[in-house]
């Protein structure tokens, strides 16, 4: 872990510009922000059975074109953790002993149940090395909609752990940005007007 907060904050500020023009592609780099203390106020709020509106996981949307995505998943940040890399979730030779992965994929899936959200992700940069996108396996499956269908062959790993009810794939942050948002909006549209039915 990074001994410096403000490196930190620095990431997650340049990653919700980076994610802001993706979703507008190109047009606008303010339509997420980094939530409130990175989601700690919702967190605390949520102990007390009190809901806080858009500002659970590290991601907030600060403009009505983000909501969508939102809505879709919660997106938590981990910046620095050199020494914590995904495979620590197969190759510890101590399962007892609870990882770093297993406490922000249960914190992700705290923030997606206490949001409403459908899903969550988490995006991991180790210094000097390729961001890491983590999702379930069945979100990415929704994600590949927006990918182009000849790039099939993008470095990937899937890890499934029954114990831990995990199944979930990794993948570059670099090919999280290939994906078209256009074709997800059009895909959530329909979504959003199931849930209103329901």
Known sequence: MSKNP???SAYERRFCKDLSLWWSNDHRDDIFWR???????????AKSNQTTHGQYGDVASTHPRGDSLLKFMT?????GYQKNPFCEL?????WNVDLMWEKWIAQ???SKEQ???ESWMIVHQRTGRHGVVCAPQETFTILQVGMDRLRCDFPHAIIKRDDL???VIFFRLQDFWLIDPKKLRELMEPRK???KKR
């Open 6 to 8: 403000g490196k930190g």
């Open 35 to 45: 939530s409130q203390t990175s989601g700690g106020r919702a967190t605390q709020r």
């Open 193 to 195: 007007v199931r849930k």
């Open 90 to 94: 197969i190759d510890f030779p101590n």
């Open 75 to 79: 997106i938590e940040l981990k910046n």
């Open 165 to 167: 009810g995990l199944h």
């Open 108 to 110: 992700a899936r705290r």
């Open 115 to 117: 949001s409403g959200s």
